[in-house]
C-alpha cells in the first residue's frame, strides 16, 4: 500500500509557474519509478513527465520540454514537477502515480500502481 498526495496546483496566469509536489508514504518509495500525468474535461489522460527510480533518468511530453522539470527527493518520500513558462492548454487536473514494478513503459497509465487524487491547474490567458 502507497498513499499518493499531490499539492501546489493552482490559478496562475499565462507565463507564471507553479511547483507540483507529491508526497508519497511507504518504505519501498525510492525503488518506484514516478510519472505526472494530466487530465482535461472532455479529453483522454496524457503522459507528462517521468523519472526513474534513483532521478537519473527523466522523460517528458514533447509540449512540455524546456518548461517542465522533473525530480525527486528519495530522503523526503517526494516527487515534483516545476512548472514554468505556463499556457492555458496547460490546464488540467495532474496526477502522480508510482510505478512500483518500474517496468520502463513510463508513458502507459496501466503500468502504473498507485495513483494520487491529483491537483488543479488553472492556466488563465
Known amino acids: 500500500q502507497v498513499l499518493l498526495v499531490e499539492s501546489g496546483g493552482g490559478l496562475v496566469r499565462a507565463g507564471g509557474s507553479l511547483r507540483l509536489s507529491c508526497a508519497a508514504s511507504g518504505r519501498t518509495f525510492s525503488r518506484y519509478g514516478m510519472g505526472w500525468f494530466r487530465q482535461a474535461p472532455g479529453k483522454e489522460r496524457e503522459f507528462v513527465a517521468a523519472?526513474?527510480?534513483?532521478?537519473?533518468?527523466?522523460y517528458y511530453k514533447d509540449s512540455v520540454k524546456g518548461r517542465f522539470t522533473i525530480s525527486r527527493d528519495n530522503a523526503k518520500n517526494t516527487v515534483y514537477l516545476q512548472m514554468n513558462s505556463l499556457k492555458p492548454e496547460d490546464t488540467a487536473v495532474y496526477y502522480c502515480a508510482a510505478d512500483q514494478d518500474y517496468s520502463g513503459y513510463y508513458a502507459y497509465p496501466s503500468v502504473y500502481d498507485y495513483w494520487g487524487q491529483g491537483t488543479q491547474v488553472t492556466v488563465s490567458s
Open positions: 523519472i526513474g527510480w534513483s532521478g537519473g533518468s527523466t
